[in-house]
Structure formats: C-alpha cells, structure tokens
C-alpha cells in the first residue's frame, strides 16, 4: 500500500518560497513506473496540477505553464521524497497543496494520466 | 487550453442513480478519471481509463466516455456517497472539470 506523507509550513510571507515535502513509503521515488506530482485546490482555482518529477534512466521534471517560471520539483533518492519549491508567492498561491502518484497509460490517439494515491492535502497561507 | 465542463450542483434521492458529466471537445478520445472528495479529505480515485475501477471501490459506480460526454454514474446511491467529484483528463498537459456538489436527499 503506497502512504504519501506531507510536511511543511502552513504559512508563508509574501514573495518569499513555499516548501513543502512528500514523504513515500510503498513505493520509491526512484521507480521507473511512476511521475511523482504536486497539485493544489483553491476556491478560485479549482483543483490545478502544477507539475511532476520521474525518472527514466535519468531525472525529469514537467511543469505547468500557469507556474513554470516559479516552481521547482526535486526528488531525494536519500530519504525516498520529492519535495515542491515556489518561489515569489502572492496571496493568489492561498491553496490546499496535495502530491500524489501520476499513472501513465499509452493510447492512441491521447495517452492517459491519473493519480491513483495522495497526501493528506497541507493548507497554506501566503500572508504577512 | 482544453476545458472540461461539469454540473455545479446535482441532488439524488438515496437508491436511486446519480449521473455525473462531464464534457470536453472529443472527450472521447481522451481516457477520463473521476475522483471523489468529501470535506476535508483528499480526492480518492473512484474510475480510471473511462470505466476501471480501483480496488475497494463499490461495483455501483461505474463510468463511460463517447463523444464529447463522460458519465460517472453511481448506482443505487447512498448518504455516504454524498461528495464532490471531478473529472480529469490529459491534453499535453493535466486537466480537471469544475467539479459537481453531489447531494443525496
């Protein structure tokens, strides 16, 4: 059974990173088989991914047009997480912040992808 | 950027069928998950690739695709199954609907 087990401030300043962490235990962040994702849910934005690490036989990351020029996703090997860095926050990034596990599926003529496991959602507020 | 349209808001009296859309520009092309959230829990996937069903979700939803129409429909309904559900799909990128209240009245 895969757990996904976040951590991180619940509270951020204006301009400066949210940082959060997901830790997984069932499974590594290093497989061959699964995307590990950041996503987040506001009012005003509904449910929006922001993007995703994998590995194939090297490192890759793909963002979300709405956050690539603020968003880093860095798996650690070491402690067997990935982390979610966004940098230069406004109130606009208030949001639930959930990770979850990303299955691909070859098809024609559209691939799919869905998360089949998630964390426990971590609430955080950009406010001075 | 492709969109998916849900219902704001649907009611379902307890037994009956609950039939939740979903529509996008030749969603039938496309595989379509559905997911199930309650208040304050985390979103549980409740159909995957249009009509599979994860382990140790009930046999009464199911789901279909055609057209530019994707249905999760929930069978014999309960109080329990009471939730928000959102769909989601892939186009060059991940995209969610709106996502539809559920009531069960």
């Known amino acids: 059974q895969v757990q996904l087990q976040q951590s991180g401030p619940g509270l951020v300043k204006p301009s400066q990173i949210l940082s959060l962490n997901c830790a997984i235990s069932?499974?590594?962040?290093?497989?061959?088989?699964?995307?590990w994702n950041w996503l987040r849910q506001s009012p005003s934005r509904g449910l929006e991914w922001l993007g995703r690490t994998y590995y194939r036989s090297k490192w890759y990351n793909d963002y979300a047009v709405s956050v690539k020029s603020r968003i880093t996703i860095n798996p650690d090997t070491s402690k067997n997480q990935f982390s979610l860095h966004l940098n230069s926050v406004t109130p606009e990034d208030t949001a639930v912040y959930y990770c979850?596990?990303?299955?691909?599926?070859?098809?024609?003529?559209?691939?799919?992808?869905?998360?089949?496991?998630w964390g426990q959602g971590t609430l955080v507020t950009v406010s001075s | 950027s492709y969109e998916l349209t849900q219902p704001p808001s649907m009611s379902v009296s307890p037994g009956q069928t609950a039939s939740v859309t979903c529509s996008g520009d030749?969603?039938?092309?496309?595989?379509v998950s559905w997911y199930q959230q309650k208040p304050g829990q985390s979103p549980v996937l409740v159909i995957y690739?249009?009509?599979k069903r994860p382990s140790g979700i009930p046999e009464r939803f199911s789901g279909s695709n055609s057209g530019n129409t994707a249905t999760l429909t929930i069978s014999g309904t309960q109080a329990m199954d009471e939730a928000d559900y959102y769909c989601?799909?892939?186009?060059?990128?991940?995209?969610f609907g709106g996502g539809t209240k559920l009531t069960v009245l």
């Open positions: 030749k969603l039938g092309y496309k595989y």
């Open positions: 069932g499974d590594s962040v290093s497989t061959n088989s699964a995307p």
């Open positions: 989601q799909a892939w186009d060059s990128s991940v995209v």
């Open positions: 690739q249009d009509f």
């Open positions: 979850a596990r990303g299955v691909e599926v070859a098809g024609a003529p559209s691939p799919g992808y869905y998360f089949d496991y």
